[in-house]
RNA sequence: GCCGAAGUGGCGGAACUGGCAGACGCGCAGGAUUCAAAAUCCUGUCCCCGCAAGGGGGUGAGGGUUCGAUUCCCUCCUUCGGCACCA
């Protein structure tokens, strides 16, 4: 057989022991095994393209398996599983273009993606191999949204309970009751105003919109209501944001996370229109804003509500009414692209209404204009020109007075502030401002909170930016709702033995265009009678491709499990994920779902972790060698299968960790993978005859010499500890530098050999499996020990220290390791470079940093 | 605009908690081997002056702290990523 012959034939070698793991179940992994300490590595699972991989997938890949495999030598039981999330957009676009049932692409797809996964020896547990798409899978994807949908969160105890402990008012009738209870479901149906895509035919949510239009695709999006499936994230805000604390993620992703869900903290204040007193009837409401400034309240010059604030037509004057119907009809049509594209210049109507601020009794009109959002907040706010970027601009363009009445500390500031030539938004001095005069901010901001609620005038509060998440699509290739809607207009679950729901075959993909998906002309699986004869009708819309995401770490713990989603000892064993990998794009969106539905499941009992994933690392992305983002357009993209064809997985494994840090976006460099590949050649040669194919006669039972172990246990000290901080590339360079050394002696002993493949073994398996073989090893290196290094052993005997003068290296003095300081000190002194340097001066200061240098200050 | 990360040879990048800048790899140059090429091996390779010994400069720019700064502080510039009227 070829490959018993000497060159290294990276072709069959990689074939071979693919074929051996995958026939001895090598990776598998043990539930529940108390022998040994778990450890869980996940990948984010790739949707299955037509595409098939690019090189940024393995990247994380090898990463991860290098971490998997390091572990289970270092004797831990390693959970590493792989599988597809397969619901996505390109499946159903294919349908709709040819006709092919999604489905079909799908599988097909898959196909091609686990030939080219498996062809890099990742050392997965195929045994656990998963798709969101299997009605297996889904069916337990529909089991947590009926958890969500048959829940409530209780406000008090801050968490989740189940729908039949919500406290029901008492003597609602039966309809009001329903509503009552609808209206507190985690998962609930609500009019909103949704971001319709006309193009893809679907509504999409915040997190897809990226500037106006759709995230895939570039399609314009705009604001339209409809009726919608809601999950309550809002009401984990806090502790999405309380929990980051206690994940080992990298502070830069966790900020994303805090910005997105963009807690604030202010006052809700009260502002009554003016001339609605009780004599004058009193009968319009008054207008409640919402600020991060209550202390800038004597600064308030105007107030601003939005187009689509409910006391817009109550308070509009005659005089002006035909104005603001005109402009808010003009606000309702703008997309979000237009209100975009539209930031720069600021647009309103005055109202003709004034309302009263409460802290001084001054009228200040009430205008509407689009830069106030109806979603946020109260939809109103008070304008402080002085101390608002935007109340400053808009009062510019509209000649309001701007009253200065914070004094920045800056002197030069605090003059343009007091000619209200300057906008200044942090924090000083009050002015202006009665008796409140002279408090610094966050104190003003405190009393002023304070007065206003003893007077019934205001109260504490907290906005976010985060809203409830739209959870659904009017789309086929999804995740269908378990959900019926009766004639009589109750919304009920299916039961948990009416899963899955699966999804019906349909002929035409196209959606129907009245805003209903696909699935609306499947007239045989829509319409369905009760057992009571109430007629009913399937919700059309289905999940979105972050359903089946957000729990796929769970189902790997139990995948072939019909009873249940997964079982409880199992889930304790193995919960929660230690190492996380994945590109940065899921930042917010998969990330914050995700914590979001386990936090619901830890209150519901189900998974016994607050968090999900303890440690994340970010990958960072490959770009072309042009150094641009790869794309077909540019014909820069690098094709895994050619490079594995040329090269082997080894080395494409292995120059995928060179290229730089893992988290780094960087170049790739064919000559780079050339380089690695020339780096395995060599490891190979210094253990195999390439003519014969023997172990070279230099690999023998021989004592190594002192340079040979040190370096050796150097090379282990380094290695391990660069993949436990994830350091691959500078693991691969001591490797290097390890070859480089061992290539060059005459003998290799075995007993320095053999625990340099196992170094090698994490970064290029087959290479290292198949020279552990020839080395005369039967079993598999995958579960070997991982070497140990020996402190002493690793020290080196001899140091070279530089020795400088005033911070010029002058010279270089080696000494024993042990040598103590005086002892240095006087060796450096007496160089004679150092002499020389000296000239006769004494020298002032002489600092000895142990094994680096002898600084001589003169 | 705001927030975050990063700027080191021809290129990818290294440098522990402030301690010899440029490890390792690529590329390039010269040499060995070869009829020749590939492969392999050896030598050199931050820049400037110098035949050399040696000297000077150097981690985006400028300043500061320090015996000593790629590393810490301030100002500015550039690139990338995120957010984008969230009051």
Known sequence: ????????????????????????????????DASRPKYYVLDMFPYPSGQGLHVGHPEGYTASDIVARYKRMRGFNVLHPFGWDAFGLPAEQHAIKTGTA????TAKNIANMRRQTKSLGFSYDWDREIATTDPEYYKWTQWIFLKLFNSYFDEREQKAKPIEQLPVPQG????????????????????????????????????????????????????????QWMLRITKYADRLLEDLVQVDWTESIKKLQVDWIGRSVGAEVRFQIAGNTPESGGATQD????????????????????????????????????????????????????????????????????????????????????????SYGTGAIMAVP???????????????????VVEPPDPQEAELVRRGEFCFTGNGRAINSGSFNGLPTPEFKEKI????????????????????????????????????????????????????????????????????SPLAKAADWLHVTLPDGTKAQRETNTMPQWAGSCWYYLRY???????????????????????????????????????FWHKVLYDLGYVSTKEPFQKLINQGMILGEDGQKMSKSRGNVVNPDQVIEEYGADSMRLYEMFMGPLEAMKPWSMQGVQGVSRFLQKAWRTVVVEETGALAQTVQEAQPDDETVRLLHQTIRKVGGDIETFGFNTA?????????????????????????????????????????????????????????????????????????????????????????????????????????????KAPKKVIVVKGRLVSIVV
């Not at 490959?3 to 043990?30: C, D, L, M, P, S």
């Open 102 to 105: 999604p489905a079909l692409t």
């Open 386 to 404: 002085a101390h608002d970027d935007r109340d400053y601009e808009f009062a510019k363009k509209f000649g309001l007075p701007v009253i200065p």
């Open 557 to 595: 713990l139990d995948p072939r499990n019909s009873a249940r989603g997964w079982d409880p000892a199992k889930e304790k064993y193995w919960m929660s994920v230690d190492l996380y990998i994945g590109g940065a794009e899921h930042a917010v969106l998969h990330l914050l779902y995700s914590r």
């Open 732 to 840: 691969i360079s001591a490797m290097m530098i390890f070859v480089n050394h061992l290539a060059k002696q005459e003998v290799r002993p075995r007993s320095i050999v053999e625990p340099f493949v196992l170094l090698l073994a994490p970064f290029a398996p087959h290479i290292a499996e198949e020279l552990w073989q020839r080395l005369g090893h039967r079993e598999s290196l995958a579960h070997q020990p991982w070497p140990k290094y020996n402190e002493e052993l690793a020290k080196d005997k001899q140091l070279e220290l530089a020795v400088q003068v005033n911070g010029k290296v002058k010279d270089r003095i080696v000494v024993p390791a042990e040598m103590d300081d005086e002892q240095v000190k006087a060796k450096a002194l007496a160089c004679e470079k150092v002499v020389s340097a000296l000239a006769g």
């Open 287 to 374: 207008i409640w804003v919402f600020t991060t400034r209550p202390d800038t309240l004597f600064g308030a010059t105007y107030m601003v509500i939005a187009p689509e604030h409910p006391l817009v037509d109550v308070i509009t004057t005659p005089a002006q009414k035909a104005a603001v119907q005109e402009y808010c009809q003009a606000a309702a049509r703008k997309s979000d692209l237009d209100r975009t594209d539209l930031a720069k210049e600021k647009t309103g109507v005055f109202t003709g209404t004034c309302a009263v601020n409460p802290v001084n009794q001054e009228k200040i009109p009430i205008w509407i204009s689009d830069y106030v959002l109806i």
């Open 449 to 516: 909170t304070a007065w206003l609620a003893e007077r019934g005038q205001g109260k504490k509060a907290v906005n976010y930016k985060l809203r409830d998440w739209l959870f659904s699509r009017q789309r086929y290739w999804g995740e269908p709702f378990p959900i019926l809607h009766t004639e009589d207009g109750r919304i009920i679950g299916l039961s948990e033995d009416e899963l899955p729901l699966l999804l019906p075959e349909v002929e035409d993909y196209r959606p129907p265009g009245t805003g209903q």
């Open 1 to 32: 057989m070829d490959v018993q012959q000497g060159t290294y034939n990276f072709r069959q070698i990689e074939q071979k022991w693919q074929k051996f793991w995958e026939e001895h179940k090598t990776f598998r992994a043990q539930d529940g």
């Open 172 to 227: 609602l009738s039966e309809q009001e009751r329903r509503r009552f209870v609808d209206d507190h479901r985690l998962a609930y149906q609500a009019d909103v105003a949704v971001n319709w895509c006309p193009a893809l035919g679907t509504v999409l949510a915040n997190e897809e919109v990226i500037g106006g239009v759709s995230e895939r695709g570039g399609h314009p999006v705009v604001r339209r209501p409809m009726r």
